[in-house]
């Protein structure tokens, strides 16, 4: 571990070179244009081929509008389609994004988590990136007129973010769900061909990336984040993803000295080499403020 309990071993260097590497973007919803600059910054060279679409189609490891659903958690999920995406073509770096959207655990309103993992055949590991934000505009509502589906719509953004219409909420059958509607012409027809069926439909935002410019910038985030544990290197070994595994609470309340629940240290620890190291006062306070403390403010 950290602070000279842990014999450091100079010898070893993972070291992983990224400059003039190719890394292939597993995406048919144009998700490279969210990621593929800042991945660039490594040295990356980044493509999605022209017509891989016709032999990789990301809709079979899950949708949003529940007609697939996804096969795995969503770590796992990334790391199948990149998977799949590198059997397909003849290169060992891949990049793969999912998302998912639920309610905050306190807030209670809609909340997204974006990954972006890089699966590296060459050197055997993946690591990935995330970011959370309520900056999202994921929301659903039954209709039953076509000026109930418009205002909607523009609540969301529309029609730069586009909407999904179905039947109901647990429409399944895929001929019964129209996405990706941008237009009000496109948005009227749908809504009377789904009225003429039924007396009361469903509206939700359109949540794949390409029709929702809001979930492409939290997905450029997670790229960030993941760029961030890519130059992260471990002390030990210079291997990537050297990171926070565990946030130590017990800074001092700065009258009484008592331990409060705010974070005195960050624990970092490699994946590969499983070297530790401690680092204390991570967010540069020394002593937290008595509101803090359950002695002096109980």
Do not use: W
Request: aromatic content about 8%.
């Amino acid at each position: 571990m950290g602070k000279g309990s842990y014999h450091i071993t100079k010898s070893m260097d993972n070291r992983i070179q990224f400059r003039d590497r190719t890394a292939l973007i597993a995406t048919m919803h144009h998700k490279e244009l969210a990621i593929s600059s800042i991945l660039q910054t490594l040295g990356l060279r980044v493509t999605v081929p022209k017509d891989f679409n016709i032999n990789f189609n990301s809709d079979l490891f899950g949708t949003f509008t529940r007609d697939v659903d996804r096969p795995a958690s969503q770590i796992q999920t990334a790391k199948i389609k990149a998977e799949k995406a590198l059997d397909l073509i003849d290169l060992d770096l891949a990049i793969a994004s999912e998302g998912s959207f639920f309610p905050h655990p306190l807030l209670g309103i809609p909340y997204n988590r974006e990954l972006v993992l890089m699966l590296d055949r060459q050197h055997n590991f993946t690591v990935y990136g995330e970011s959370l934000s309520v900056d999202t505009n994921f929301a659903h509502q039954a209709i039953s007129s076509y000026e109930q589906a418009y205002k909607f719509a523009l609540k969301v953004g529309f029609p730069d973010h586009a909407v999904v219409l179905m039947l109901n909420a647990q429409t399944s059958a895929k001929e019964a769900i129209h996405k990706g509607i941008n237009s009000e012409d496109l948005l009227k027809a749908s809504v009377d061909e789904l009225l003429g069926r039924s007396t009361q439909i469903h509206i939700e935002t359109d949540m794949r990336a390409l029709y929702n410019p809001t979930r492409m910038k939290n997905i450029a985030k997670a790229t960030q984040d993941l760029v961030r544990k890519l130059q992260q290197l471990c002390p030990n070994c210079n291997f990537v993803n050297f990171d926070v595994v565990e946030r130590r609470s017990g800074l001092p309340c700065e009258l009484c000295g008592l331990p409060t629940q705010l974070t005195q240290a960050h624990l970092y620890q490699c994946d590969r080499c499983q070297f530790q190291q401690e680092v204390l006062f991570p967010d540069r306070i020394l002593k937290a403020d008595p509101m803090y403390c359950s002695y002096c403010n109980p």
